[in-house]
């Protein structure tokens, strides 16, 4: 409470401008002490995480030491991670979102019409993607299954395609070696594929605006435009649109998505009465 004191008075001297440098910093200081003693003090680490906003307009300081790790950050943004290593970096980010997501956090975000949650604000400095995007670019799955565990957006916007498009359009860059039939994908893209294809009910493509308004059709099936991913057997037909989708995962995706409306997720699947094996299955642990 004490740093969160001194950045504000330290803004009001200013003019209600925050003078960022070791002005602000104090803020990481006092997250960095949040995440060390575990402090469950929900209302000190939602204003924590507003004044960050605030006045970064961004939460990739959180974020990038657990995508990328933390010798990226120095390279990449000119600042020393707050957290040892990857893994301590992941923690953290999972102890801020859990607190985002209990506090009912959102934020007001200008490539945005409406508020968006911790999870989806998106990162400054790398032209405005929302985190998800920037861990499936980089290749990251483990990282990939935290935000998806806590709702983060897989749909498409206006700036970039959906994250299983993503997914789709590199991978359909590999060609079979010479001399082999089946084409060897690198195995974390496989991961992350698996893992987004958990959270949408059948997969589909956006067709390219021009045919789109010729034609009035919106989107096609993965089948149809990635014939070659379908027959190498990456993806089930239950999400190829060749089968429909199995009963189980339609109530998954349902459940989910009232668990997300009513800031449940995932935290809210453990006070469900259901075997462990469904909570794991809700959970986007396993298949």
Known sequence: MSALRYHNIAMMENGYVCMLGKFHNVLYVAAKLCFDWDLRNNEIVSRLLNDIFYCEKTFERILVGAIFGTRVTHFLSG??????????????????????????????????????????????????????????????????????????????????????EMLLTRLSEYDARPGEERIVYPEHLLVCLRLVLRTVTT?????????????????????????????QKLLPP???????????????????????????????????QIPESLRNYLDLLTD
């Open 238 to 272: 239950e999400r190829s649109g060749l089968s429909p989708p199995e009963l189980r995962h339609l109530c998954r995706c349902r459940i989910r998505e009232t668990l997300f409306e009513n800031w449940a997720l995932p935290h809210g699947i453990q006070q469900l």
């Open 79 to 164: 600042w020393k991670s707050d957290f040892e290593d990857r893994e301590e970096n992941m923690r953290a980010l999972v102890y801020f979102v859990h607190h985002a997501t209990v506090g009912r956090l959102e934020y007001r975000c200008e490539s945005f019409p409406t508020k968006i949650r911790f999870i989806d604000v998106p990162m400054e400095s790398y032209g405005q993607a929302l985190p998800l995007r920037v861990a499936i670019q980089h290749g990251s799955p483990d990282i990939l299954l935290i935000m998806l565990r806590y709702g983060a957006s897989v749909e498409s916007d206006k700036l970039a395609p959906s994250p299983l």
């Open 203 to 231: 997969a589909f493509v956006k067709t390219p605006s021009h045919i789109a308004d010729q034609s009035g059709v919106l989107s096609v099936s993965v089948y149809e435009q990635y014939p070659t991913l379908v027959g």
